[in-house]
């Protein structure tokens, strides 16, 4: 499994159908993640059916994923934890990037149903996904001295969704 991960992580692959048809760039990557998802999934002991998975599995192989990170998390205890460029190096963990595991469930979720899945039934669009990816997201960004500042969604009337008061800012202490 350890290769497939490595392509998996790296991004390596074939763009090219078994019918021959060249894939877009998303299409390609989205079919290498639902291969190496389905082969993580037949490595387990035992193996478990893609139709027996659920959201359990998903935060199994997400957190399998961050073996082959390449994002600095500095943890609380490190002298440059919170720190956005740190002076020198540490020997704290590298991670997924939260970008990338977020971009990674919004192509399985979009995999799973393309493969016959419902969208009732879909593992990737869980809760506990949604909730796991904000966590991954918060943890990393106050690791790294950088705050998460969420979009504000546009309104059709320019005068309303103005106010600071309710800014989205993460704040430290």
Known sequence: MSSSGKDFAEG?????????ITLSRYESQKRRDWNTFGQYLNNLRPPVPISQCN????????????????????LQ?????????PPAPCTCPLRQAWGSL???IGRLRAAYEENGGTPETNPFASGAIRVFLREVRECQAKARGIPYKKKKKSTSNPSKGNDDSSSSTMHFS
């Open 12 to 20: 390596g692959g074939s763009s090219t159908s078994p019918q021959g």
């Open 55 to 74: 959201s359990n599995h998903v935060l199994e192989f997400l957190r399998y994923l961050d073996q082959f990170g390449k994002t600095k998390v500095h």
């Open 77 to 85: 205890g490190c002298m440059f934890y919170g720190q956005p460029e």
């Open 102 to 104: 977020d971009a990674l």
